[in-house]
């Protein structure tokens, strides 16, 4: 009853993930354009063809082509968004209208449960950031696989991963859906000296600043720590940091912020941090991370 997560872009200049839940697979957004996407999905084993749905976290466009979305049209591949998502999907993606008005049309309902195999469920919830409605995304096991779990995975909790990227801020609402789980992808996206220091305008600085901006590392560490203060297991083992800045970050400085609040929490956790031009490994969920190209352990100097 396995699932996986493989990051296929994270930046912005686009961003797109790869969610296999017992064989049936899902993208989180559509951030890249049709061909770029085939390579991603070729360089991890899967065809756009596997595809069985969508799910859209916001309408900025680092987060969705609208050739790409359109391909969910002709490919008849349903697309999980918020309502309030719709308007900007038609603006600029005629295709988004007939796909309205068709059943692959799937718009969130509250928290409620989108179910995305035999076993296993996504619960979307909302987060603050300045693209409108903006949702991070938990998945969850429901099914009861105790003869499969790994016996170093507490038997009591289903096995979970999460998905959080473009928050300004996060709340304790927020910390309560990271709670328990086995993975966590989460936005570690600048770091603030560097972000004033940049030749970026003072409006964007302040915007990514500011509480529906973006996650700084500082932030996004503070979030890991409570999120492992807070929960009942002790067992994420691997922290996955998206929406990396090349201007105002970097991977090192990202990892090295991830990392010590782990070791303050008493976590071994893995940290790798995504990239913009290349796919991360495949990350299996409450298993030893194993890239499926190489077949390595995934570690912590991999990034
Ligand atoms: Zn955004
Ligand atoms: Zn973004």
Known sequence: MTASLTILASGSSGNTALVDCEGERWLIDLGLEPKELDARLEDAGVSW??????????????????????????????????????????????????????????PF??????????NWRCRPFRVRHDGGATFGFRFEETGDNEVTRPLSVAATTPRAFAYVADLGCWDQTVADRLLDIDLLALEFNHDP?????????????????????HLSN??????????????????????VLLHISHECNSSEIAAASARAALGKSGSDANVFAAEQHQRSPTFVVGEAMHDEKTGRLVQASLF
């Not at 050739?67 to 719709?86: E, G």
């Open 49 to 106: 063809s596997q595809i069985r749905g969508v799910l859209i976290t916001h309408r900025h466009s680092d987060h969705w082509r609208p050739k790409t979305l359109s391909r969910c049209w002709t490919s008849r591949v349903p697309v999980h968004c918020h309502r309030d998502h719709a308007a900007a999907l038609r603006l600029k993606c005629p295709d988004f209208r007939d796909i309205e008005q068709s059943r692959l049309f799937r």
């Open 218 to 239: 500082a932030q996004a560490a503070e979030l890991v720590s409570e999120t492992l203060k807070r929960g009942t297991s002790k067992r994420l083992q691997q922290l």
């Open 193 to 213: 000296e560097l972000l004033r220091n940049s030749n970026r305008p003072p409006w964007l600085v302040h915007r990514i600043l500011g509480d529906e901006g």
């Open 109 to 118: 309902v509250g928290e409620r449960l989108i179910p995305l195999s035999k």
